[in-house]
């Protein structure tokens, strides 16, 4: 890998503090990650994604770890579909000597894209299956893929590992420790004046000096190339050609890796990588590059007057409740509902609650709180059978409350789901007074119910006085029966035109106190959350009801948290305490 200058070796100090297992599954925040500028050497653990694929002759690629048992190279690496005597390297820092953290693999399967060029390198990428499943550690972490409507503007910062070469036909020195390189992304109109018009599709992105001296090279193929976007790396690219290496105007080519989401999903069923949305800001300078050949840039269409309606919450237009039921008859009823999977299997209920975060129950995840083993349905009506109004979601990150007694939890969404009549966010109570007498609903999937297709059920209840269990967090209802599956769901009251969450429904709440006068349902109100809701989900969507510019302050507040970097999420196992001193600056 080419570097025209080493810019300085930076000194490190970590202070380890352990996080929340909630954090374990969030993808792309190495905790030993603290990249300022240049440097030739990686220290150790800083991009614990990075994979090294060896055959007979040792290390010939690179690669990325996606999940536990996936890593994604480059199709031209892995040509042939024999998996035979190759081994995957993670955890690796250097080719020569000890790697105490280090975990080798073979491989079981090796999936080409099916239209992968090898004339033009158009669709260059690979799926790797291993032979057993990583375990996460500091040393060996998945990277975050970036989503199909990434926008990575000219001149976006990035960074490419690898252990190839330092210089066309020079090769790595010993002990040949992994490598980095920062290089600006190259636009593709750019590129393709660069290259020559038709060379660069779609299907790639560029990146380096327009002056040269930086790059990745023969030996860093199917490596990542990633940029950071809040506390989390973004894999945007896989290496696969260029002419020469670190040549001035012949940046590095890349295959970019937001069109491939569905294809690696329909690969990867379970357990599928983390794809979150990159999003640059300002103009992006390529749309103003030209050469001959080149076709005119996409016409800008002048954004118009019309305001964009703010997101508001707790609106369940197909929703006319008003006597008791035992089942859901149509979709689009609790359009906030939300189903909770492990491998394709109903586990839990939970609720929209912003535009980018679900709500549940923290004992669904007692046994598995990470998040690329999980998938969030949303628009759903039926566990079995049709349901043309849902969408299934990747979760990023899951985060447990750790209060005294019950608790909760938030998953954030790898994309955000487009609302519909069928996908509204439920308002959170942040504390609602529901009167003795209001009618309140509970809504869930059990198999024990619902017959065949187990639809949706509701469950019409009403408030009643908790006598000694009374508490400023508690919350009475008559009672109902709850089963497991049903656990995480809502109970939700309508209030001023608007459905509001109360509290989060869990099977341990099938156990009623008993009072003089009747049985009760005890819930802990959701605004015994509210500190830790606010932190985690950011500020509260707002009613329709409340004033226009609440709603939008509440709107634009969630709007800042997209693209899978939640300025709320606590730093992935570790927090950091460092300093850095520049050593040298050699010409």
Known sequence: MALYNVICVASLLTLLTQESLSQQGVCGQPALNTRIVGGEVAPEGSWPWQASLHGPGGHFCGGSLINREWVMTAAHCVPSANTNNLVVYLGRQ????????????????????????????????????????????????????AAPGSTFNSGTDSWVTGWGNIGSGVPLPSPENLMEVEVPIVGNRQCNCDYGVGTITENMICAGLRAGGKD?????????????????????????????????????????????????????????????????????????????????????????????????????????????????????????????????????????????????????????????????????????????????????????????????????LATRPTLSDYIQAICLDNGQTFTVGS??????????????????????????????????????????????????????????????QAAVLSFENNSTRQTREAAVMVFTKLSHFQKFLAETVGTFLSPASTSSNSTTTAATNLATTSGGAPAHAPFFFFHLLIFSMCLHLFS
């Open 94 to 145: 250097s080719q020569q000597g000890s790697n105490p953290n280090e975990v080798s693999r073979t491989l079981t399967q090796i999936i080409n894209h099916p239209n992968y060029d090898s004339t033009t390198s158009n669709n260059d990428i690979s799926l790797l299956k291993l032979s057993s499943p990583v375990d996460f550690t500091t040393f060996i972490l998945p990277v975050c893929l």
């Open 216 to 412: 990745s090279c023969q030996g860093d193929s199917g490596g990542p190339l990633v940029s950071k976007q809040g506390s989390r790396w973004i894999q945007e690219g896989i290496v696969s050609f260029g002419i020469g290496c670190a040549q001035p105007n012949f940046p590095g080519v890349y295959t970019r890796v937001s069109q491939y989401q569905s294809w690696i999903n329909s690969q990867i069923t379970s357990n599928q990588p983390g794809f979150v949305i990159f999003t640059s800001t300002g103009t992006d300078g390529d749309l103003s590059v030209t050469c001959p050949g080149l076709p005119p840039p996409p016409t800008t269409i002048a954004p118009t007057t019309t305001a964009k309606p703010a997101v508001v919450c707790g609106q369940a237009p197909m929703n006319s409740r008003l006597l008791g039921g035992s089942s859901v008859a149509t979709a689009g009823i609790w359009p906030w509902m939300a189903s909770l999977q492990k491998n394709g299997s109903h586990v839990c209920g939970g609720t929209l609650v912003a535009v980018d975060s679900v709500l549940s129950n923290a004992n669904c995840f007692s046994s598995s709180p990470i998040a690329s083993e999980w998938t969030v349905v949303l628009g759903r009506l039926r566990q079995n059978g049709s349901n043309p109004f849902e969408v299934t979601l990747n979760v990023t990150n899951i985060t447990l409350s750790t209060l005294t007694g019950s608790n909760v939890a938030v998953l954030r």
């Open 439 to 500: 009618t309140c609903w509970a809504a869930g999937w059990n198999s024990g119910r619902g017959g065949e297709e187990q639809v949706l059920q509701e469950f019409q209840t009403s408030v009643v006085n908790c006598r000694n269990a009374s508490t400023i967090d508690t919350i009475c209802t008559g009672t109902f029966t709850l089963e497991q599956g049903d656990s995480g769901g809502p109970m939700m009251c309508k209030k001023d035109g608007s459905w509001f």
